[in-house]
């Protein structure tokens, strides 16, 4: 590659206080080349990107573009200069349409038809079919993406940022974006990938640059890598397979007949007719893209949501209009998908957040009676088996990485040993490592005799640590199948095949 | 530039330092508001702070801290517990006139019976009347999702005109000369709320504000309804995530903080007012809210903003009368208090960086 690099980053760095998130990074970027940016959780990436972007200032060090000093002050100059940027996040506005919403992004936004017109004109070059017409609210995870990424592709870019862009599609929604980007690639457009899905990443880049704790370890040519070497270069440390024994699944512990409800939020998805036994000892996995009834699942069975009677039954009692609290004093345990907010109060301390799903089966609550001594203690015990990094129980849950509260969070209910555990996306966000010890942690729970549900938007979680599989689309479960020998076409069709998108036209 | 950057974790200092920080700044400022209407700001705050406590005429002052700081602390405890859940009852003004009204009722259709249990039946009907007050936005809301803030803040309008027509018509007292208002209350022993020790200013309602933050400081750190109450409010979902039931949690805390009001209203309208009349609430259920936010919501915090905010009271009618301020500079100082609580109140979670700019 004799020719000038589409981006030079030499020497970045950017401190925030208490922690460096980026040390003397540097890596070039040709034209047309497909860059992953490899690392765990707080290794860096997001700071890197958000420089490029201009929405952070690099402490020291230079970025050049095309040879020339580019020092982006916000993403306004950044996106002048060619730079797009598809967040991990989105941000549409639910109530508008998609052409509303991409004028709303655009600097010196045509008229609406003109407009329309140019959406449909890229979406058809690039086999991203959307109608303009339609209101965000009601499209698919996979077509917001596609919102996201037209917004970005009408300005031409030249180096495209794409922050884990798989994370919502199934599998041939992520094959479907791969030929786009492929497509892209090949006329020149330089595309930077974050994920910490390695396959993907040698299925799809042409090169590879990994950091850890804000320094760069290491670049490889993914193609000619193994995965298991990226992650072991990821977390600086051999990987341990989470180990299962087999085992003979005991009684029914959870049995779900006709499960429907209505989703309690405005754009959530309902409950369609959901029947399903889990025994104990067995770990059922639930795969699907985010937002097919996954957090409407989660609440039918922790109690958030009730439903008509019959429809859950635990231990062969019917639990449907039994609240939180007494299904927890059955053995019924739960970890929702978000962390702040709703798994912990974000500004109560550790030990606040033990009491939260504890009061009851740790006996900290003695006649209405707060025991916070023992609180504190559980909280203590939890930081200890679950090796959470933090300077103490009394530090407020906001104050921990999202890796570490995520652990606190899944500790404290396996912790409460339960007869059924729900758990809704347990390692999102969290480090190689530290996912591999939540898994062995539920593995281990369903060895004791732990009916568990895991649901999941990571297949290679669901496929490690699953007995049988079924996945959610537009609220219904598929027939669970065994997970052993299932084909990821097979799991990609059980989900729902690639909700009506097409192959781009190359 | 100057930024504000979000502390990781709230600053305990802070916390603890901003309504003592937000006193000196309201002297300070306020001193020169005095300034600038020809008085000299240091006599001003001398006799807003000094004068009651130590002055002169101390011996009158200081029970009146007591009869002024007591229906404030009790009413703040109650709106403290709503608040801190994010369930904000702004009506206490109208739960404590019809507390008033309800207690005063009962006292005025036993008269002129005398028993021992005249007025104890008075407090319960007065802690009912502030519960039923309260219970009318508490069920909309949780009815027909209507804004509490809303139906709390007009139901005080409509306490008001209830108060007006009483005192002109129902509970008028049949032998006043044609005077609007009651039967007064101090001449009739068993429902009079006397002073407990002679010329304290100690009265039932003062000790019923005692065992109010008591109560309300075990509920808050002991209990658990107390913690409901906090997750509620730092987290919602993650308070419902945990088996809080919200419905209940909006009937508790507007409950007991209409009790708490109507409760108030009871001992004042039986002690130091004596008769339900037209002008008998005097805003103490709107200076609760701020007493509220100065004591941080906190039992203890809220029990010495109460005195804090009675001794400016106090303070403030010498200083209208010695030194001749304005009452509405004497209002404009006690908004300061509360301006510079919340304006401070901001640097608990965030502190100030000098420095360059930064987006993001």
Not at chain 1, 297 to 315: C, D, N, R, Y
Not at chain 2, 170 to 189: I, V
């Amino acid at each position: 590659m004799t020719q000038t690099p589409l981006l030079d980053l030499s020497g970045l760095t950017k401190a925030y206080p208490g922690v460096v998130a980026n040390d003397d990074v540097s890596l070039t970027i040709a034209p047309g080349e497909v860059h992953a940016l490899l690392g765990e959780n707080g290794a860096g990436k997001s700071t890197l990107v958000k420089m490029i972007y201009g929405l952070v200032k690099p402490d020291a060090g230079h970025m050049k573009m095309f040879g020339q000093p580019f020092t982006p002050t916000e993403p306004r100059a950044a996106r002048a200069a060619g730079v797009g940027m598809v967040f991990q996040h989105f941000s549409l506005f639910d109530a508008l349409s998609v052409a509303e919403n991409i004028a709303l992004g655009m600097e010196n936004a045509p008229k609406m038809n003109a407009l329309s017109q140019q959406i449909r004109a890229v979406s058809d070059t690039y086999g991203l079919p959307l109608s303009p017409d339609r209101v965000v609210g009601d499209l698919s995870a996979g077509e917001r993406q596609r919102v996201e990424i037209i917004r970005c592709l009408l300005q031409e870019p030249k180096l495209l940022i794409m922050d884990e862009p798989t994370s919502v599609l199934t599998p041939q929604e992520v094959e479907i974006l791969f030929k786009t980007l492929r497509k892209l690639s090949a006329e020149g457009t330089a595309i930077l990938y974050i994920s910490h899905k390695l396959e993907e990443i040698r299925a799809l880049c042409d090169s590879a640059t990994i950091l850890r704790l804000g320094k760069v370890v290491g670049h490889c040519v993914p193609r000619e890598t193994s995965a298991r070497d990226m992650a072991e270069m990821m977390v600086g440390k051999l990987l341990q397979t989470p180990m299962r024994a087999g085992k003979t699944p005991g009684d029914v512990v959870l049995e779900l007949k006709n499960l429907s409800a209505r989703s309690p939020s405005a754009f959530g998805m309902p409950l369609r007719d959901i029947s399903v036994c889990v025994q104990a000892g067995e770990v059922l996995g639930i795969g699907g893209v985010a937002g097919n009834g996954q957090d409407e699942l989660l609440a039918a069975l922790s109690g958030e949501m009730l439903t008509a009677p019959g429809m859950v039954s635990f231990k062969g009692r019917d639990v449907s209009l039994l609240g939180p609290t007494p299904r927890r004093s059955m053995g019924i345990l739960s970890a929702p998908e978000e962390r702040l907010g709703h798994a912990a109060a974000p500004d109560m301390s550790l030990t606040e957040n033990a009491m939260l799903t504890a009061a009851a089966r740790e006996n900290l609550d003695r006649g209405g009676m707060l025991d916070w001594g023992a609180a504190r203690i559980f909280a203590e015990k939890i930081i200890e088996i679950f090796d959470v990094r933090t300077p103490g129980p009394g530090n407020a849950a906001r104050s921990l990485s999202g890796g570490n509260l995520q652990k606190f969070v899944i500790g404290r209910e396996v912790l409460q040993r339960p007869d059924l555990l729900v758990v809704n996306q347990p390692t999102w966000g969290v480090d190689a490592s530290a996912a591999a010890a939540i898994r062995q942690a539920l593995l281990d729970l369903a060895e004791n005799g732990t009916a568990l549900v895991v649901i999941s938007q990571d297949l290679d979680e669901l496929m490690e640590t699953s007995d049988r599989f079924a996945a959610l689309n537009e609220g219904r479960l598929s027939p669970p199948r065994p997970a052993q020998g299932l084909t990821v076409d097979e799991i990609g069709l059980m989900m729902g095949g690639a909700h009506g998108m097409e192959v781009a036209h190359v | 530039m100057i930024r504000l950057e979000k502390r990781p974790q709230p600053s305990r200092a802070f916390s603890l330092a901003t309504p003592l920080l937000a006193v000196l700044a309201t002297m300070f400022f306020g001193g020169l508001l005095f300034f600038a209407l020809g008085k000299d700001p240091l006599a001003s705050i001398q006799t807003i702070f000094w004068e009651p406590l130590f002055g002169e005429f101390s011996f009158f002052y200081r029970p009146q801290l007591l009869i002024k700081g007591a229906p404030l602390v009790l009413i703040a405890i109650g709106l403290s517990l709503g608040f801190k859940a994010g369930i904000w009852n702004i009506g206490a003004e109208g739960q404590y006139i019809m507390g008033a009204l309800f207690g005063a009722g009962v006292g005025l259709a036993f008269y002129p019976v005398e028993g021992f249990y005249v007025f104890p039946l008075m407090v319960l009907a007065g802690a009912f009347g502030g519960w039923l007050w309260a219970m009318i936005p508490a069920l909309l809301k949780v009815k027909f999702g209507t804004n509490e803030i809303l139906v709390s803040l007009m139901l005080v309008y409509v306490a008001e005109q209830f108060l007006a027509s009483m005192s002109l018509g129902l509970m008028k007292n049949p032998e006043g000369f044609g005077f609007p208002g009651s039967r007064n209350l101090q001449q009739y022993a068993s429902a009079h709320n006397a002073d407990l020790i002679a010329g304290t200013g100690m009265h039932w309602g003062v000790v019923a504000a005692m065992i109010a933050v008591i109560f309300a400081y075990v509920l808050l750190t002991k209990h658990r309804l107390g913690f409901a109450i906090r997750v509620t409010g730092e987290a919602p979902r993650a308070a419902k995530f945990s088996g809080v039931n919200p419905t209940r949690l909006v009937l508790i805390c507007m409950g007991m903080s209409g009790l708490l009001a109507g409760l108030a209203g009871l001992f004042e309208v039986s002690g130091p007012a004596g008769q339900v009349t037209i002008d008998f609430n005097v805003g103490y259920g709107f200076t609760a809210i701020i007493v509220a936010f100065l004591g941080r919501l906190h039992p203890v915090g809220i029990l010495l903003a109460g005195l804090l905010m009675a001794l400016t009271y106090i303070g403030g009618d010498i200083a209208q009368s010695k030194l001749g301020l304005p009452a509405a500079a004497i209002q404009v100082f006690q908004g300061m208090l509360l301006f510079f609580l919340l304006a401070l109140d901001m640097f608990t979670n965030y502190r100030l960086r000098l420095g360059r700019t930064e987006a993001a």
